[in-house]
């Protein structure tokens, strides 16, 4: 199995700091790991909150995965336990100093493993597979708004443009505990995976990111960057995209 792997993250038009992060394995790694995350937070703290997390994710998958089964069952909960990991870091963190109180993060991650993407999510941020011709959300948003169409309460057409867009109902670090959303998928050859944040999908509609990403894979991170900055830029826009070849 070969992996391509084509990343950006971009500052956007508005905002004075990037408070997003990711990390993008080496084809040559034997781990092959890809992560997202979106920090929020007074003061620097949504930028601390995103390296954090993504620093913590990381080293407990790697210290951690050459010891357990290969199996699907040890994998998955080697993911959850990873992501659990990351949120008492960033939880700790932010109880020691004041001016990082309720900092928090979404985390995205996704490990490929035999043709087989385990994935971790919590927050807003994410995960598309392109398979063939069809593009699929894979994440569920952890969003009031999602909460609301859900329940059936507004349509996802309102969900576009509801006020409350942003408000999170779960987040990594701003409790003790975190419950993540886990869950394996087929990657098979030719297969994408776009994981993106908020500040890409505000504003760049899923069918544009579809097909900038089929016209031109490695591009793509740059183009979407590109519309979403157009389009008013008023977040941080970060894009990964990874290819089974």
Do not use: W
């Amino acid at each position: 199995m070969m992996i391509k792997a084509y990343a950006r993250s971009d500052v956007g038009r508005v905002r004075d700091l990037n408070e997003d992060y990711f990390y993008i394995s080496n084809s040559l790694d034997d781990i092959q790991l890809f992560m997202l995350a979106d920090g929020m937070g007074g003061c620097n703290g949504g930028e601390i909150a995103s390296h954090l997390a993504i620093e913590a994710a990381k080293n407990y998958i790697e210290n951690n995965f050459k010891d357990i089964e290969k199996d699907k069952d040890s994998i998955i909960q080697l993911v959850a336990s990873s992501m659990e990991y990351a949120n008492m870091v960033v939880y700790e963190k932010s109880k020691e100093n004041k001016e990082l109180q309720g900092m928090g993060t979404t985390l995205e991650l996704c490990l490929i493993y035999n043709n087989k993407v385990f994935i971790g999510h919590v927050g807003d941020s994410r995960i598309y597979r392109i398979r063939k011709e069809f593009m699929r959300k894979l994440t569920q948003d952890h969003s009031y708004v999602q909460k609301l169409v859900k329940d059936g309460t507004i349509t996802e057409e309102e969900a576009v443009h509801h006020p409350q867009k942003n408000m999170l109902m779960k987040a990594l670090g701003c409790n003790a505990f975190v419950e993540p959303d886990v869950m394996i998928k087929g990657f098979l050859k030719d297969d994408i995976l776009v994981i993106c944040s908020d500040g890409l999908t505000n504003l760049v509609p899923q069918e544009e990111i579809f097909a900038e990403v089929k016209k031109n894979i490695e591009a793509a991170p740059k183009e979407l960057i590109e519309k979403a900055n157009n389009n008013g830029g008023y977040d941080n826009i970060t894009v990964i995209v990874v290819k089974n070849i």
